[in-house]
Structure formats: structure tokens, C-alpha cells
């Protein structure tokens, strides 16, 4: 049930998010490299997507798995493609792919973690 919850109020979160305009963008240089923060936040946020519907469907039938990773992707292009529509934000190809390398590892790896736990507590 908790999980259930913690699901939509991300799920709700990231598509609140998505029409707040200009956000700040943090940058991080070590050496000679640049590395925009807002990268990393991407692949967090949408990972604990990934693992927030992974344990909320846990619970409510059989994994299919390739049809959530596909619906997690197209979630992921949404969000960053209806900036073009939001003024101060823009579209961000890069942020685009951090979005469906969270989810996609959110739920893949929750998946599995969670198929070995529970095979492992049937024997």
C-alpha cells in the first residue's frame, strides 16, 4: 500500500516539476570537466520511479516487465518534450536519456532484486 502511495506522489512530483520554469541548472568542474548536476538528478529521480512501481506491482499480479520499461520510456520523453511548451524550459536530448537510463534501471534492477529475494524466501 505504501508503495502504491510513494508511486503516484512521484509520479505527481515529476509531472509537477516538468512545468516549473527555469530551474536551476548546478554545474559541478573537476579539472577541466564540466558536469551539469541536474544530469544526475534526472537518473535519481526517475530510478526511485522505476523502484517505487516495481514494489507497487509487486504485489498485484505478474511482471511484464518489457511493457512497463517501454511505458516508463515514453514517460520519460513526455516529461522533458512538453518543456518545449513551457516558457524558461527547454528540450533537452541529454536529460531525455538520463530520464530513460533511471527508469529503466529502476525497473530492472528492482525486478531482479526482487525476483531473486523472493525465489529465495518460496525455497
Not at 87 to 101: A, E, H, K, Q, Y
Amino acid at each position: 500500500m505504501i508503495y502504491r502511495f510513494l508511486f503516484w506522489i512521484w509520479f505527481g512530483l515529476i509531472f509537477v516539476l516538468s512545468f516549473i520554469p527555469c530551474t536551476p541548472k548546478n554545474k559541478l568542474e573537476i579539472g577541466n570537466m564540466i558536469f551539469r548536476i541536474d544530469y544526475f538528478e534526472h537518473l535519481v529521480v526517475y530510478f526511485m520511479l522505476g523502484f517505487f512501481f516495481i514494489m507497487y506491482q509487486r504485489k498485484n499480479g505478474s511482471m511484464k516487465i518489457f511493457i512497463y520499461v517501454m511505458a516508463g520510456l515514453l514517460w520519460a520523453v513526455l516529461t522533458e518534450s512538453v518543456q518545449i511548451f513551457v516558457r524558461g524550459r527547454t528540450f533537452n536530448p541529454v536529460d531525455m536519456i538520463f530520464n530513460s537510463l533511471g527508469i529503466t534501471l529502476g525497473l530492472l534492477m528492482t525486478y531482479a532484486i526482487n525476483r531473486i529475494y523472493f525465489s529465495e524466501k518460496k525455497v
